[in-house]
């Protein structure tokens, strides 16, 4: 693939059933924008064995998330879509950058002792996941990675552990990427008027049937004295604009119930379509782009670490 345009790399983890937060605050940023640069979207299986157990799950999962990007529109034609675990080269590199940094350094990672202090298992897999990352990156001389503000260490992380290596072997071996941040990733109202997540039971479901959609929105709290139904007006905004919205909550003042089923309305207007075409593609539609995404990530990844093996001495 050749082309002028910025590379661009981001990782996937599924994490169960996708609501209209994660939509609107991870995924619509990405399908708006990917194009503008040569995109990889990975599907980070392996940086998942840190904490899945369930094989079946874990299968489950990758056919999962490269489905509801598809249906989202994300282009497997335009964007390099693949799956970690079918590109060994992201092992071999994540063991040469590991050799790279200290055992000290790799314990002031933030999300490594945010999870222990948690009560998560601190395994291996756990306190190396910053060189694993940095290797699927690093592995496409990737030149921008999309990031929340939460894990801007990570990239800190990259490019600590490119610049040892590059100051070690004598000359630039590996591009050191730079973060996107994403502002606002995930602030979406839920029908709590807490952020939209799984954790809060405060979700409307972004393939959801309409039944489970209107379920969701009746749910919506509201403050009867109130001049709108602020929550509903929130999630409403999401779909319209205020200059759309205002006349019509206007007319409707005080009749919350029929607000709600407006946005009942609005949501499967917009859902619906998604639904329809999440429905119609086939565990072996995602096996077909897995395995035309791993050769395109493939010829490029083995140009990088051959690049590295010589530099140190393996061939």
């Known amino acids: 693939m050749t082309t002028t345009k910025p590379r661009l790399l981001t990782g996937l983890q599924s994490s169960g059933t996708l609501h209209i937060g994660n939509y609107f605050g991870a995924l619509k940023p990405f399908t708006d924008t990917y194009q503008d640069y040569e995109s990889f979207l990975m599907v980070a299986d392996y940086h998942s064995l840190t904490s ?7 299968r489950r999962n990758v056919l999962d998330v490269v489905k509801d990007y598809l249906a989202v529109g994300v282009d497997p034609a335009t964007c390099t879509l693949f799956r970690q675990s079918d590109n060994q080269d992201h092992m071999e590199l994540a063991w040469i950058l590991n050799c790279m940094v200290t055992v000290p350094f790799l314990q002031q990672a933030h999300s490594y002792k945010d999870k222990v202090a948690k009560g998560i298992d601190a395994n291996a897999g756990l306190f190396t996941y910053p ?19 939460d894990q801007r260490q990570h ?34 109202p839920g029908t709590d008027g807490q952020k939209m997540s799984k954790s809060y039971g405060n979700t409307i479901p972004l393939f959801g049937t309409t039944e489970e959609i209107s379920t969701a929105v009746m749910s919506i709290v509201t403050d009867s004295t109130g001049e709108r139904p602020e929550h509903v007006y929130a999630i409403h905004r ?7 919205l205002d006349p019509l909550y206007e007319a409707h003042r005080g009749r919350y119930g029929d607000l ?42 083995q140009v990088t670490l051959e690049r590295v093996r010589q530099a140190i001495g393996i061939r």
């Open 238 to 244: 999401l779909l319209k604009s205020a200059a759309e």
């Open 260 to 301: 709600k089923k407006i946005l009942v309305a609005d949501l499967e207007t917009f859902i619906a379509p998604l639904r329809e075409q999440r429905a119609h593609i086939s565990d072996d539609d995602v096996h077909a782009v897995l395995a035309d995404g791993v050769m395109k990530a493939k010829a490029i990844s």
């Open 131 to 149: 060189m694993l990352m940095a290797a699927d990156i690093v592995l496409y001389d990737t030149d921008i990675v999309p990031v929340g503000e």
């Open 155 to 188: 990239l800190e992380y990259t490019r600590e552990a490119v610049g040892k290596f590059n100051r070690t072997y004598g000359e630039a071996l590996l591009k050191e990427p730079a973060e996107r941040i994403i502002q606002n990733v995930g602030i979406v």
């Open 52 to 58: 899945v157990r369930d094989p079946e799950l874990l």
